[in-house]
């Protein structure tokens, strides 16, 4: 972890392709964290949700990468970088209930296809790029509200 | 009334300072320091995990004795139907005999406040703007645990009085009716399996003021209650629970009593903290009816009962089968809404204590201290500096409470190097000599 004089905190977690064992601890310690800081508890449960959902695409989708926390006092930012392999379509992937996830992932309960839009629900704001064959980087942002 | 009233305490005199319930603790509450166990008062929500883990007995769990009765003029006894679970060859007639034999003037089965609620449960499930899952406000300790670490959920809880409440309600009135004396006149005591409902009648949740006069143990009753039973030679045709309502001493019982096809009950604290994780992460949306209990088993596990919980909670079962209530009319529940507060009268307030400051700019200061400490910790989560894990030890040194060098593994690197200091300067001779004694 790392604050920058900007006061931006930076946390750096490694998400493993295919590892069940360790899926969810990620966003659980997100959520830990977040409490502990003492952000409002709505925009902790939709920053875990988000933050849950980002991991576990990472783990059933990707080759594997890392989900980033950083938090200003105003904002909060879930950063899900991986290394590929892409998404073909976005748009089609924001669609409630498409999913390209594999059988071993469906039997386990995941891959209902909400993954993305429940992130977009979640989140004040949504990016995603992705590149065939080199990754994608999805980042949600929530705002901290002045209380 | 002090603002953190608690049933646990410590008995110092009793406590070795190991670091048994530190570890356990659901919510960090408990540090040992000079020692002696610490319990941080506004983090105990009274579950009594600490009670039943420490091997010295150094926790115990402040009740009142059974001469308390003696106050009141009239005395009632409120028996937690896991009292039910703790003789062997008992019938429940047998022990509701042999309470009124220890001087109570009457008794009122919790079990009979747990038919009222179970109606008033299954009436409020009907609404269907209610937050799912509903979470059961059964038990207290589950309740203190969701303000303090589980605020988000606080709108799920139901928002109905517990059976312990509802049952001293209606005891007092039907009392006072039938004998004709004032409600002061009339004292009602919870037998209690568990140190969160002493609790929650010193300062209840919801709701002003409890109904309830006192609480007994069940370890306290259980002597004279055992002897007055075995020389019982009749017993009053007293119960009038259902089965249902014997059977919330029982983990899952309340869910079975609602009549819900999709609930989930679930015992032990740890458990619990688990699925309420996951409530909270909106991963059990399609979930009605949660129904958590802070000990294994449920109410039969609790921390002030005799016997093993497990052995108590089939006994139970088998008795609830021979139970003799009915189930409540139309009328009655109407009748019984319109005599008695039977609704929570009060918000229930989050609790948010575990936050490391209420500025997020200095609480994210003192989190990057904390990560910085806390990289520098064994990570043994020993327990020996007192804290119940190298983390905790790190907020705790931020937070001003501890200080890096209760680290028994800091405090020996700490020695080493001033050990390799001193003979650095024993070497040192004056004059500016230096001998070279290696080899």
């Given at each position: 972890m790392m604050t920058d004089k900007n006061q931006v905190m930076e946390q750096v977690y490694t998400v493993e392709a295919g590892n069940f064992i360790s899926a969810g601890e990620a966003s659980g310690h997100i959520k830990k964290l977040l409490k502990q800081l003492g952000v409002d508890s709505n925009i902790v449960r939709r920053v875990t949700i988000a933050a849950y959902e980002a991991e576990m695409n990472m783990v059933i989708h990707s080759v594997g990468g890392e989900l980033i926390l950083k938090i200003t006092p105003d904002r909060i930012a879930v950063v899900a970088q991986d290394r590929g392999p892409g998404i073909p379509d976005i748009d089609l992937a924001m669609r409630e209930g498409y999913s390209t996830a594999p059988e071993t992932a469906r039997e386990l309960g995941f891959g209902a296809g909400l993954g993305l839009p429940n992130i977009k629900r979640c989140a004040d704001d949504l990016k995603i790029q992705s590149k065939m064959g080199e990754g994608t980087l999805l980042e949600a942002y929530f705002d901290i509200k002045a209380r | 009334m002090d603002k953190y009233y608690h049933s646990v305490t410590l008995d110092k005199d009793k406590c070795m300072g190991c670091t048994n319930c530190i570890k356990r603790c659901p919510t960090e509450a408990i540090r040992v320091r000079d020692g002696k166990a610490r319990i941080m008062a506004e983090r105990c929500i009274d579950c009594g995990e600490c009670i039943r883990v420490c091997p010295y007995h150094a926790k115990v769990a402040v009740t009142d004795p059974l001469t308390s009765i003696e106050k009141f003029p009239y005395k009632i006894a409120l028996p937690a139907p896991a009292l039910y679970g703790q003789f062997k060859n008992a019938s429940i007639n047998a022990i509701l005999t042999g309470l009124k034999k220890l001087g109570f003037d009457d008794v009122f089965e919790v079990a009979r406040g747990a038919d009222y609620v179970t109606e008033f449960i299954k009436e409020a499930m009907?609404?269907?703007?209610?937050?799912?899952?509903?979470?059961?406000?059964?038990c207290p300790a589950i309740v203190r645990l969701i303000q303090v670490r589980f605020p988000e959920l606080i709108d799920n809880i139901i928002n109905i009085e517990s059976p312990m409440e509802i049952a001293a309600r209606l005891a007092k009135k039907e009392f006072c009716q039938k004998n004709g004396v004032k409600e002061e006149e009339v004292g009602a005591f919870f037998i209690t399996p568990c140190a969160a409902k002493m609790t929650s009648i010193r300062s209840p949740i919801g709701i002003e003021r409890s109904c309830v006069d006192g609480a007994i143990s069940i370890l306290e009753i259980y002597g004279p209650l055992y002897n007055e039973i075995v020389r019982l030679e009749e017993d009053d045709s007293l119960q009038t629970a259902s089965p249902y309502g014997v059977l919330w001493a029982n983990s899952g019982g309340e869910s079975s009593a609602l009549g819900l096809d999709n609930h989930l009950a679930v015992d032990g604290i740890q458990n619990v903290i688990r699925v309420l994780e996951e409530i909270e992460d909106d991963k059990l949306t399609d979930l009605e009816f949660f129904e958590g209990l802070a000990c294994p088993g449920g109410c039969v596990g609790g921390p002030l009962v005799f016997e093993n919980g497990f052995v108590a909670k089939n006994r139970i079962r088998r008795l609830s089968e021979k139970a003799e209530g009915r189930h409540l009319s139309r009328e009655e529940i109407v009748g019984t809404k319109k005599k008695i507060q039977w609704s929570f009268e009060k918000e229930i307030l989050p609790k948010p204590v575990m936050k490391l400051d209420d500025d997020i700019t200095l609480a994210m200061k003192k989190m990057e201290a904390i990560e910085r400490i806390y990289d520098g910790l064994p990570g043994l989560d020993c327990g020996s500096c007192g804290s119940p894990s190298c983390r905790t030890h790190a907020e705790d040194i931020v937070l001003g409470?501890?200080?890096?060098?209760?680290?028994v593994f800091k405090l020996r690197e700490k020695v080493k190097e001033l050990a390799q200091q001193m003979i650095e300067l024993s070497e040192k001779i004056p004059g500016g000599k230096v001998t070279n004694k290696s080899e």
């Amino acid at each position: 972890m790392m604050t920058d004089k900007n006061q931006v905190m930076e946390q750096v977690y490694t998400v493993e392709a295919g590892n069940f064992i360790s899926a969810g601890e990620a966003s659980g310690h997100i959520k830990k964290l977040l409490k502990q800081l003492g952000v409002d508890s709505n925009i902790v449960r939709r920053v875990t949700i988000a933050a849950y959902e980002a991991e576990m695409n990472m783990v059933i989708h990707s080759v594997g990468g890392e989900l980033i926390l950083k938090i200003t006092p105003d904002r909060i930012a879930v950063v899900a970088q991986d290394r590929g392999p892409g998404i073909p379509d976005i748009d089609l992937a924001m669609r409630e209930g498409y999913s390209t996830a594999p059988e071993t992932a469906r039997e386990l309960g995941f891959g209902a296809g909400l993954g993305l839009p429940n992130i977009k629900r979640c989140a004040d704001d949504l990016k995603i790029q992705s590149k065939m064959g080199e990754g994608t980087l999805l980042e949600a942002y929530f705002d901290i509200k002045a209380r | 009334m002090d603002k953190y009233y608690h049933s646990v305490t410590l008995d110092k005199d009793k406590c070795m300072g190991c670091t048994n319930c530190i570890k356990r603790c659901p919510t960090e509450a408990i540090r040992v320091r000079d020692g002696k166990a610490r319990i941080m008062a506004e983090r105990c929500i009274d579950c009594g995990e600490c009670i039943r883990v420490c091997p010295y007995h150094a926790k115990v769990a402040v009740t009142d004795p059974l001469t308390s009765i003696e106050k009141f003029p009239y005395k009632i006894a409120l028996p937690a139907p896991a009292l039910y679970g703790q003789f062997k060859n008992a019938s429940i007639n047998a022990i509701l005999t042999g309470l009124k034999k220890l001087g109570f003037d009457d008794v009122f089965e919790v079990a009979r406040g747990a038919d009222y609620v179970t109606e008033f449960i299954k009436e409020a499930m009907r609404d269907p703007e209610r937050k799912k899952p509903v979470i059961s406000s059964a038990c207290p300790a589950i309740v203190r645990l969701i303000q303090v670490r589980f605020p988000e959920l606080i709108d799920n809880i139901i928002n109905i009085e517990s059976p312990m409440e509802i049952a001293a309600r209606l005891a007092k009135k039907e009392f006072c009716q039938k004998n004709g004396v004032k409600e002061e006149e009339v004292g009602a005591f919870f037998i209690t399996p568990c140190a969160a409902k002493m609790t929650s009648i010193r300062s209840p949740i919801g709701i002003e003021r409890s109904c309830v006069d006192g609480a007994i143990s069940i370890l306290e009753i259980y002597g004279p209650l055992y002897n007055e039973i075995v020389r019982l030679e009749e017993d009053d045709s007293l119960q009038t629970a259902s089965p249902y309502g014997v059977l919330w001493a029982n983990s899952g019982g309340e869910s079975s009593a609602l009549g819900l096809d999709n609930h989930l009950a679930v015992d032990g604290i740890q458990n619990v903290i688990r699925v309420l994780e996951e409530i909270e992460d909106d991963k059990l949306t399609d979930l009605e009816f949660f129904e958590g209990l802070a000990c294994p088993g449920g109410c039969v596990g609790g921390p002030l009962v005799f016997e093993n919980g497990f052995v108590a909670k089939n006994r139970i079962r088998r008795l609830s089968e021979k139970a003799e209530g009915r189930h409540l009319s139309r009328e009655e529940i109407v009748g019984t809404k319109k005599k008695i507060q039977w609704s929570f009268e009060k918000e229930i307030l989050p609790k948010p204590v575990m936050k490391l400051d209420d500025d997020i700019t200095l609480a994210m200061k003192k989190m990057e201290a904390i990560e910085r400490i806390y990289d520098g910790l064994p990570g043994l989560d020993c327990g020996s500096c007192g804290s119940p894990s190298c983390r905790t030890h790190a907020e705790d040194i931020v937070l001003g409470y501890a200080s890096e060098m209760d680290c028994v593994f800091k405090l020996r690197e700490k020695v080493k190097e001033l050990a390799q200091q001193m003979i650095e300067l024993s070497e040192k001779i004056p004059g500016g000599k230096v001998t070279n004694k290696s080899e």
